[in-house]
């Protein structure tokens, strides 16, 4: 069976400094991979997608990606955080069917002024 | 174009009642997927339909129902409802495709209370 786990509940970060989510799956085969972001009373926002090729991937609001098969890690990282970034971020990973995602418990992000 | 809307956005029920919530998904786009969110157990998936077929199943109780009309338009019901299933629903839509580049599309949700 699938599974994600998301290592950190909450970070706190200040703004302008560098963020990273930690993420690491369990799959048999390739995994389809995928980072959400929800902000408070929001559903959830697609920030970027891996399903093959180049293992670093880039996604919308200035996110990258970084996919490591031998690490089983997806972990998700900004160079310089925005107060709009604080929210709650999930890592998901899909089969093949790709309609069926398996969630992480998400990371929570405070920005600190 | 239009993204996922889901209807109502906020319900309160109580125990022993059934629900009824409605999601309209991109047009276009034939799947719809239903998942439950809860502070306890996250984001868990409900089910999926396609072309009105469920195609996926979590693992939910019999108590959790849906169903997909020809236009795509999407319903989940909850029978009996029970304090625990007092969560928030959402509802995701994609092209039809499996597998590579099907990026799900989710609406705000539904924010069903149950008393």
């Known amino acids: 069976a699938q599974s994600v786990t998301q290592p950190d509940i909450h970070i706190t970060v200040s703004e302008g400094a560098s963020l990273e989510l930690r993420c690491n799956y369990s799959?048999?085969?390739?995994?389809?991979l995928f980072w959400y972001v929800q902000s408070p009373g929001q559903g959830l926002q697609l920030l970027l997608k891996?399903?093959?090729?180049?293992?670093l991937v880039q996604g919308i609001k200035g996110f990258e990606a970084e996919f490591k098969r031998s690490q089983s890690s997806f972990n998700l990282r900004k160079p310089s955080v925005h107060w709009s970034d604080a929210a709650e971020y999930f890592c998901?990973?899909?089969?093949?069917?790709?309609?069926?995602?398996?969630f992480g418990g998400g990371t929570r992000v405070l920005v600190k002024p | 174009k239009a993204g996922v809307t889901q209807t109502p956005r906020y319900l309160i029920k109580t125990r022993g009642q059934q629900v009824t919530l409605s999601c309209s998904p991109i047009?276009?786009?034939?799947?719809v997927s239903w998942y439950q969110q809860t502070p306890g157990q996250g984001l868990q998936f409900l089910f999926e339909?396609?072309?009105?077929?469920?195609?996926n199943k979590g693992n939910f109780p019999g108590r959790f129902s849906g169903r997909q009309f020809s236009n795509s338009r999407s319903e989940m019901n909850v029978s009996t409802l029970e304090l625990g299933d007092s969560a928030l629903y959402l509802c995701?839509?994609?092209?039809?495709?499996?597998?590579?580049?099907?990026?799900?599309?989710f609406g705000p949700g539904t924010r069903l209370t149950v008393l």
């Open positions: 998901a990973v899909a089969g093949a069917a790709g309609n069926k995602l398996t």
């Open positions: 891996y399903f093959s090729g180049d293992t």
């Open positions: 339909y396609f072309s009105e077929t469920q195609r």
């Open positions: 047009s276009g786009h034939r799947s």
């Open positions: 799959y048999g085969a390739t995994p389809y």
């Open positions: 995701a839509s994609s092209l039809a495709t499996k597998g590579a580049d099907n990026e799900q599309f």
